[in-house]
T-cell receptor, first 113, second 111 residues
Framework: DGGITQSPKYLFRKEGQNVTLSCEQN?????MYWYRQDPGQGLRLIYY???????QKGDIAEGYSVSREKKESFPLTVTSAQKNPTAFYLC????????????FGDGTRLSIL | QKEVEQDPGPLSVPEGAIVSLNCTYS??????FMWYRQYSRKGPELLMY????GNKEDGRFTAQVDKSSKYISLFIRDSQPSDSATYLC???????????FGTGTKLQVIP
């Protein structure tokens, strides 16, 4: 089954700690995205990548970092510089070739210990 | 003012009712319009997408775009309890890369 897998489903971060959220897709999509979802707010774009080894900041990139070493994978690191990391994080992917909307994984909920 | 406005609800309807979900937007350059359904603790699932104005129907779902009024709607006919979820509208100027999302409307269909 083709899809986007995010892990873990739940994650807890201690003060001063960096944590990495995993996102893997087997849809052969070239573009991948990370969003943050908070109650009462729309999805906000953190980072996106259109090709391997290249990525761009979204609207709220401060305190986050990403890498795109493989087409299938786009991990997100929430660094200690992100002072309010508690949120639901969503990974998405899309195919620019077929010009189709983004498809999403099932998210990772990050909380502060 | 947000670029995309969506009533957060909750909207409660009896089973079998016709549901109307709406979004308004301010950016007249938006051309691509999407509706996603999101169940609790899950990622958004793409329901329908349209380009420019007009209607699109898929089973019990109909998406409408009125660019002159900067208004989009999603209609759900014969609503079912399984339709209970949050519905997100989304739109973009060019393609599906830079997308602006509404905050979502929570729908509850009561058996």
């Amino acid at each position: 089954d083709g899809g986007i897998t995010q892990s873990p489903k739940y994650l807890f971060r201690k003060e001063g700690q960096n944590v990495t959220l995993s996102c893997e897709q087997n849809l052969n999509h070239d573009a991948m995205y990370w969003y943050r979802q908070d109650p009462g707010q729309g999805l906000r774009l953190i980072y996106y990548s259109q090709i391997v080894n290249d990525f761009q900041k979204g609207d709220i990139a401060e305190g986050y970092s990403v890498s795109r070493e493989k087409k299938e994978s786009f991990p997100l690191t929430v660094t200690s510089a992100q002072k309010n990391p508690t949120a639901f994080y969503l990974c998405a992917s899309s195919s620019q070739e077929t010009n189709q909307p983004q498809h999403f994984g099932d998210g990772t909920r990050l909380s502060i210990l | 003012q947000k670029e995309v406005e969506q009533d957060p609800g909750p909207l409660s309807v009896p089973e079998g009712a016709i549901v109307s979900l709406n979004c308004t937007y301010s950016n007249s350059a938006f051309q691509y319009f999407m509706w996603y359904r999101q169940y609790s603790r899950k990622g958004p699932e793409l329901l329908m997408y349209t380009y420019s104005s007009g209607n699109k129907e898929d089973g019990r779902f109909t998406a409408q775009v009125d660019k002159s009024s900067k208004y989009i709607s999603l209609f759900i006919r014969d609503s079912q309890p399984s339709d209970s979820a949050t519905y997100l509208c989304a739109m973009s100027v060019s393609g599906y890369q830079k997308v602006t999302f509404g905050t979502g409307t929570k729908l509850q269909v009561i058996p």
